[in-house]
Nanobody, 128 residues
Framework: EVQLVESGGGLVQAGGSLRLSCAASGLTLGGFHFDDYAIGWFRQAPGKGREGVSCISNGGGSTHYIDAVKGRFTVPRDSAKNMVYLQMDSLKPEDTAVYYC????????????????WGQGTQVTVSS
């Protein structure tokens, strides 16, 4: 089964930056091609549900962000490397969460159930 693998989390002070990476393992198993899918970034803070943060469409033609991160986060995609990133700038303590990437056919951040192939997540902690 294809799985996505997140990396790049860590501890950072408020106002700092981090770049998360999302890569696919088992890349071509079952005909799955990483670039055929939209990739969404989600986060889950302690005691809360999983929240969609950002998404980039297959091929990278469009990107989507929730209001809380607009202007601070970007989601570049490197098709040659089969990687999607989440560049997080001007981080705030409320961004603290475990961050996950998931694959879907469409970027619908409000519908977590449409996404799959979740990885184990990467912890982001922003200190005040």
């Amino acid at each position: 089964e294809v799985q996505l693998v997140e990396s790049g989390g860590g501890l950072v002070q408020a106002g700092g930056s981090l770049r998360l990476s999302c890569a696919a393992s088992g890349l071509t198993l079952g005909g799955f091609h990483f670039d055929d899918y939209a990739i969404g970034w989600f986060r889950q803070a302690p005691g809360k549900g999983r929240e969609g943060v950002s998404c980039i469409s297959n091929g990278g033609g469009s990107t989507h962000y929730i209001d809380a991160v607009k202007g601070r986060f970007t989601v570049p995609r490197d098709s040659a490397k089969n990687m999607v990133y989440l560049q997080m700038d001007s981080l705030k303590p409320e961004d603290t969460a475990v961050y996950y990437c998931g694959a879907a056919l469409l970027c619908r951040l409000g519908q977590t159930s449409l996404f799959g192939s979740w990885g184990q997540g990467t912890q982001v902690t922003v200190s005040s």
